[in-house]
């Protein structure tokens, strides 16, 4: 069996029916893989599983937490609408927008404000 040792490149058929990836072997050789076009949601998903569990079982002894600060928010209704409408960082390319349910954002304000008693408490005790 061949090893892959990194992507060449790719031909698409002209109706985009099939493709196919060329890659180098460890040893020089090249390596073609064919396949339907159709194929390619399920290939995806299957990579990205892939990287996970690589990911995984790479992950160093020591946790480390990274993070970046939310810069600004906005919740709002809309008339007609059963939703809570949320936008972080609404001012930056970082824009999430989310639809949230009722009871859901209850939830999330209630997690937020105890979360934020234990760390200004914390940062009292030190």
């Known amino acids: 069996m061949s090893e892959i040792f990194g992507l060449r490149n790719h031909n698409v058929t002209v109706d985009g029916s099939s493709l196919s990836l060329t890659f180098d072997g460890r040893w020089g050789e090249q390596i073609t893989v064919s396949m339907p076009a159709d194929h390619l949601d399920a290939l995806m998903a299957s990579l990205g599983r892939v990287k996970q569990e690589v990911s995984i079982r790479q992950r160093p002894q020591k946790l480390v937490f990274s993070f970046r600060g939310l810069q600004s928010w906005s919740a709002s209704n ?14 930056t390319a970082l824009a999430a927008p989310y639809a949230v349910p009722p009871k859901m954002a209850e ?10 008693d234990v760390a200004r408490k914390q940062r009292r005790d030190n």
């Open 107 to 116: 939830e999330l304000a209630s997690a937020l404000l105890s979360a934020a």
């Open 78 to 91: 809309v008339p007609g609408q059963e939703y809570v409408f949320v936008i972080l960082d609404g001012s």
